[in-house]
Antibody, heavy 117, light 107 residues
Framework: EVQLVESGGGLVQPGGSLRLSCAAS????????MSWVRQAPGKGLEWVAN????????YYVDSVKGRFTISRDNAKNSLYLQMNSLRAEDTAVYYC??????????WGQGTLVTVSS | DIQMTQSPSSLSASVGDRVTITCQAS??????LNWYQQKPGKAPKLLIY???NLETGVPSRFSGSGSGTDFTFTISSLQPEDIATYYC?????????FGQGTRLEIK
């Protein structure tokens, strides 16, 4: 059974940093693109970033470019999102998802990031 | 960047009704379009991929159609458990974009 479990969320001050993790199991992690998607409270879904199987290609939504970095460790079956220079508008539930040719067929339960002073 | 315009933003219908949601892309995306269902407090669930293909295990009352810039998502006979928010999502390039979502309620 495919499982994705996010962790690392919490309360952080504006301008601060946070690193999210996503632990994958039940599939060959190194064979799949992976994505991060976020959802601000009461709002819709926003795709944030994705990363190729070997980490050689990474893409970001414009609003996080230069502040967020997606990475992965295939030996540890783990996906990461390093978030720097956090803003109030980054407050959201962050989901990791398995990305198969653009279709996000498996999602984690999400981790809440709150940016507030 | 490709923008997705989804309508309506909310919809109220009765059990047994046929429900239709539309999604328009800002440029031709061929059939690179998915539909998701999200219930409150839960992660989204993939229902339709490649515009018209039903994900395994999804009831056949759900369907999708369209290509190019205009897409349609249909529930043939609304059931109480279909109350949720529905999103379209494009994947024409290596970026992904979601529509704004359609909140579906029971009348």
């Amino acid at each position: 059974e495919v499982q994705l479990v996010e962790s690392g969320g919490g309360l952080v001050q504006p301008g601060g940093s946070l690193r999210l993790s996503c632990a994958a199991s039940g599939f060959t992690f190194s064979s799949y693109w992976m994505s991060w998607v976020r959802q601000a409270p009461g709002k819709g879904l926003e795709w944030v970033a994705n990363i190729k199987q070997d980490g050689s290609e990474k893409y970001y939504v414009d609003s996080v470019k230069g502040r967020f970095t997606i990475s992965r460790d295939n030996a540890k079956n783990s996906l990461y999102l390093q978030m720097n220079s956090l803003r109030a508008e980054d407050t959201a539930v962050y989901y990791c998802a398995r990305d198969l040719y653009g279709s996000l067929g498996h999602w984690g339960q999400g981790t809440l990031v709150t940016v507030s002073s | 960047d490709i923008q997705m315009t989804q309508s309506p933003s909310s919809l109220s219908a009765s059990v047994g009704d046929r429900v239709t949601i539309t999604c328009q892309a800002s440029q031709d995306i061929s059939n690179y379009l998915n539909w998701y269902q999200q219930k409150p407090g839960k992660a989204p669930k993939l229902l339709i991929y490649d515009a018209s293909n039903l994900e395994t295990g999804v009831p056949s009352r759900f369907s999708g159609s369209g290509s190019g810039t205009d897409f349609t998502f249909t529930i043939s006979s609304l059931q109480p458990e279909d109350i949720a928010t529905y999103y379209c999502q494009q994947y024409d390039n290596l970026l992904r974009t979601f529509g704004q979502g359609t909140r579906l309620e029971i009348k």
